[in-house]
């Protein structure tokens, strides 16, 4: 089943224009191809740091690393688990929501990055206060 090759415009291409397909593709890439779907998960991830102010970026990638880390700790998790459970009729609804959930994370990261609020947090105050304490002979 090869139906992003049909498309024209293939989420999987290696231009800037990447973007999030019908349910349907994803649903049989989650059954199907479920590495095309994490190259796709990742191809999206970049594409928001790729779009992102330059002060963002770091901490994007920092993001992205997080996000990689966790599918790896539960790629490994489901295998275990596959063994004990029969039903995989959901682990393509799972792939998918796990894919939603990550880039809803980068894309949320990368709007609060790009706030005004996060920019006045970053710039540098040019005044001090200054304090003034009495002596006292107590001590």
Request: net charge neutral.
């Amino acid at each position: 089943m090869d139906i992003l090759n049909e498309s024209e415009n293939n989420p999987l291409s290696g231009s800037k224009s990447a973007s999030l397909p019908d349910f349907e593709t994803l649903r049989c890439l989650a059954e199907f191809e479920p590495q095309k779907l994490e190259t796709l998960r990742i191809a999206l991830c970049q594409k928001v740091i790729d779009d992102a102010p330059i002060h963002a970026k770091q901490r994007l990638a920092g993001l992205l690393f997080q996000l990689n880390s966790r599918q790896l700790l539960n790629r490994k998790n489901s295998m275990l688990a596959e063994s004990d459970n029969p039903s995989a009729t959901t682990a393509p609804l799972a792939l998918i929501q796990n894919m939603l959930k990550d880039l809803h994370a980068m894309q949320t990261e990368s709007i609060y990055l790009s706030t005004r609020k996060y920019q006045k947090q970053l710039q540098p105050s040019s005044t001090a206060i200054i304090y003034c304490f009495e002596k006292t002979d107590s001590i």
